[in-house]
């Protein structure tokens, strides 16, 4: 029996995987299992570089990261592709020999079957796209914060200065409204920005927590208090957050973060804590605190390079 079909085939297939109608192919940690996508083409494109999974930041070969649908999917198209082979090479082989005589006796063969179905599939949808800002990769997450897939630099830096220029874009927006829009736009510009150095810190600091000297403490540490995120990010790892700063600056900084408590806790209205832990000169207990546009653009300047120094001087430490 001549198998002229299947030999065509040989004995390895190159089996493509489609991407998504946005350019995305899926991805899957081989250790944590948490699915992502990434865009070919885009990020390191030179040589063959490992796969980094964003989440947990296992570090492993591109094939050891392809999804349970993909290889089913593969799987299917090998097997569709041996069996329409098969197929073919047996309907070769049919025949029909029709009776003769009175009494004749006739004989065929007649092949049927169809080959085995492809197992097709769709990449899910994800909840934040990020372009990382070393390598360019295109790449999509849940959640937020990631190690890119390509270069495995995490994006905690790009994510916070992603969110200072939205909280900039508020302060812009003020200018163009009526005052108590404005002043709405302004407290909410203050909030996000100190919301925005709490998740970069907390997440900068759980990266590097291996570094500390109580990795799980340095894992919980919260930056929506800063003066308490001082003490601990000195006491863990040994880096003093204030020095990114100079003294008048860090005395804003810390002012302006207990008007975002004050906001986010008490309407904005001033309490006694407030008094003590600022020395607020125009502070007046039971009354709105005041926040000035200028205050909070010279914040969001402050976080933004309290994010430089953190993450510089935790790149540092062995």
Not at 53 to 60: L, V
Request: hydrophobic share 35%; net charge negative.
């Amino acid at each position: 029996m001549k198998m002229r079909h299947l030999r065509r085939l040989g004995n390895i297939f190159e089996i493509s995987i489609p991407p998504d109608e946005n350019g995305y192919v899926g991805r899957e940690c081989p250790e944590c299992e948490q699915y992502f996508k990434i865009t070919l083409g885009t990020g390191i494109t030179d040589g063959e570089p490992p796969c980094n999974c964003p989440y947990c930041g296992h570090c492993s070969g591109q094939d050891q990261f392809f999804t349970q649908a993909q290889i089913e999917y593969a799987q299917s198209v090998a097997i569709n592709k041996v069996t329409t082979a098969f197929i073919k090479d047996l309907k070769s082989l049919e025949f029909n020999h029709r009776p003769k005589g009175p009494f004749g006796i006739g004989i065929s063969m007649k092949v049927e079957g169809r080959p085995e179905p492809i197992c097709h599939y769709s990449e899910l949808q994800l909840e934040e796209e990020v372009i990382c800002d070393n390598c360019t990769l295109r790449y999509t997450i849940y959640g937020i914060f990631a190690y890119c897939p390509d270069c495995g630099r995490h994006n905690s830096r790009q994510i916070l200065d992603k969110n200072l220029a939205l909280a900039q874009k508020q302060i812009a927006l003020a200018s163009q409204v009526e005052a108590d829009l404005a002043a709405h736009l302004i407290s909410d510009a203050l909030e996000n920005g100190v919301s925005a150095f709490d998740g970069f810190g907390r997440e900068t600091c759980k990266v590097h927590a291996s570094k500390a000297t109580d990795p799980p403490k340095a894992e919980k540490i919260s930056f929506q208090n800063i003066s308490g995120a001082q003490k601990n990010v000195q006491q863990l790892f040994g880096i003093d957050l204030a020095s990114g700063l100079d003294a008048t600056e860090w005395t804003n900084a810390c002012r302006s973060f207990q008007k975002r408590h004050l906001l986010a806790h008490k309407m904005g209205i001033v309490d006694e804590a407030y008094v003590k832990a600022t020395a607020d000169p125009s502070a007046v207990v039971g009354r709105k605190v005041s926040i000035q546009t200028t205050e909070v653009e010279a914040l969001l300047d402050c976080i933004r390079r309290l994010g430089s120094h953190l993450t510089a001087e935790l790149e540092k430490k062995p």
